[in-house]
């Protein structure tokens, strides 16, 4: 595998259900991010992970949990989602250092989420 | 705060006619900007990116933005589009000094092209 893969590709869910987002980066990169993207909106950024912390979270409902158990994955726990949580969501990754603020991000290809 | 406006919502050219596609951002300080492109069940990938220096930039494809402080755009141009080329397109800003990652995105333009 290279680059950033995501998996599922698409996922089907109750509202009552828990699932998981999978996200791997084969590009030895220190930062992983969760999107959300839905229709007719911004790119919206979820959650940011810097050398396996969690830096940023951006006001994120609690039925979305992240977890970076080390810099090569990063997951998305779902849980008693709504119909208006149904998107894209996106994983990235960048190299980030302290001598600059932004890198190129690099996307996997997305989950599609519909909740029912 | 910072915004990121792209005017056009989906744009049609035919193949081999030329392109220009509108972005304008806000920010009160020199910002970091970019161009990504979406193909149809893909994620983004990187098109060009401006920092400093030249303020016309140079990206994969065949893609340029030239960026223009007075009027505050980053607009990207391609002088010969092809069918492949075909995809959404999405300007982002992001601050000096602002927090990693956190990058302003625009709507998005969607690309068609007519044969």
């Known amino acids: 595998e290279t680059g950033v893969t995501q998996t599922p590709r698409h996922l089907v869910m109750g509202m009552t259900n828990k699932k998981s987002l999978k996200c791997e980066q084969h590009?030895?990169?220190?930062?992983m991010y969760w999107y959300k993207q839905s229709a007719k909106k911004p790119l919206e950024l979820m959650f940011v992970?810097?050398?396996?912390?969690?830096?940023e979270n951006n006001s994120v409902p609690s039925r979305f949990s992240p977890e970076c158990p080390n810099s090569s994955h990063l997951f998305l726990h779902l849980h008693t989602l709504q119909p208006e949580d149904s998107a894209l969501y996106l994983c990235?990754?960048?190299?980030?250092?302290?001598?600059?603020?932004?890198?190129?991000?690099?996307f996997g290809p997305g989950t599609r989420l519909t909740v029912l | 705060a910072q915004s990121v406006t792209q005017p056009d919502i989906h744009i049609t050219v035919s193949e081999g006619a030329s392109l220009e596609l509108r972005c304008n951002y806000s920010?009160?300080?020199?910002?970091?900007l970019f161009w990504y492109v979406q193909s149809p069940g893909q994620g983004l990938q990187l098109l060009l990116k401006?920092?400093?220096?030249?303020?016309l930039v140079q990206g994969i494809k065949g893609f340029e933005a030239e960026f223009k402080r007075s009027q505050s755009s980053f607009n990207l141009r391609k002088p010969s589009v092809h069918w492949s080329d075909a995809a959404e397109y999405f300007c982002?800003?992001?601050?000096?000094?602002?927090?990693?990652?956190?990058?302003?995105f625009g709507k998005g333009t969607k690309l068609s092209v007519k044969p």
């Open positions: 982002a800003v992001g601050a000096i000094g602002g927090s990693q990652g956190n990058l302003i």
């Open positions: 590009l030895g990169h220190n930062a």
């Open positions: 401006y920092f400093s220096g030249d303020t």
């Open positions: 992970y810097n050398f396996k912390e969690q830096t």
């Open positions: 920010y009160g300080a020199t910002p970091y």
């Open positions: 990235a990754s960048s190299q980030e250092s302290s001598e600059s603020s932004y890198n190129e991000q690099f």
